[in-house]
């Protein structure tokens, strides 16, 4: 399996521009989980699904961050309007059901808003 | 409050000595515990995880971890260091019943020379 994948890894917009970060996950693996990581705050979790579902996105600072999963294989997060604080890294990571086993990252979006 | 604590910034060692990464947590119940390990532009990599049993767990790139329960701690650990360990180093947390991981906020372990 090539692992959990990430595009674009780097992306440069322009404030009130729409991002569009994207992510495949493991096959098999039911959960799926988003994270910010800057110097500043470290690692947040924005937002994770279980079997396609959004189950908690109590980390997704403002109405500007949605998610979606439309299915197993495939999701989303996006921002709009974009402003230079959203600036950081994007990860996305998953897992199999059985919560004792390990999560896997992908190698991250690093996000420049300017 | 469920947190995770790694009460070092930096850890400096020289190559070939032992190297130490402390973690603690405070969770209700009996937590999975896990640490990764994240290299410069890179994702993270997990390295190891106590789920129960043995309180020595031994993980990727001769990396091993003591869980003790009535410290609440996960310190990760390695015989011999090398140059190529430094990176960021992540010790997480997922209380039982819960599907979210509790990460700290990172050590840097450098090795030098």
């Known amino acids: 399996d090539a692992g959990v994948i990430q595009s674009p890894r780097h992306e440069v917009t322009e404030m009130g521009q729409e991002v569009t970060l994207r992510c495949k996950p493991i096959?098999?693996?039911?959960?799926l989980f988003w994270y910010r990581q800057t110097m500043m705050r470290g690692l947040e979790l924005l937002i994770y699904f279980n079997n396609n579902v959004p189950i908690d996105d109590s980390g997704m600072p403002e109405d500007r961050f949605s998610a979606k999963m439309p299915n197993a294989s495939f999701s989303t997060l996006k921002i709009q309007p974009s402003e230079p604080r959203d600036s950081a890294v994007y990860f996305c990571?998953?897992?199999?059901?059985?919560?004792?086993?390990?999560?896997?990252f992908g190698q991250g979006t690093r996000l420049t808003v300017v | 409050a469920q947190s995770v604590a790694q009460p070092e910034d930096q850890v400096n060692v020289a190559e070939g000595n032992p190297l130490t990464v402390k973690c603690t947590y405070s969770v209700s119940g009996n937590p999975y515990l896990f640490w990764y390990v994240q290299y410069p532009n890179r994702g993270l990599q997990f390295l190891l995880k106590y789920i129960t049993g043995d309180n020595l767990v031994k993980g990727s790139y001769g990396f091993e971890a003591e869980f003790n329960k009535s410290q609440t701690s996960f310190h990760l650990k390695k015989p011999s260091a090398l140059v190529s360990d430094s990176a960021l180093y992540f010790c997480?947390?997922?209380?039982?019943?819960?599907?979210?991981?509790?990460f700290g906020a990172g050590t840097r372990l450098a090795v030098h020379p």
């Open positions: 990571a998953s897992r199999l059901p059985q919560l004792n086993t390990e999560a896997f």
């Open positions: 096959s098999g693996h039911n959960s």
């Open positions: 997480a947390v997922r209380p039982q019943g819960y599907n979210k991981l509790i």
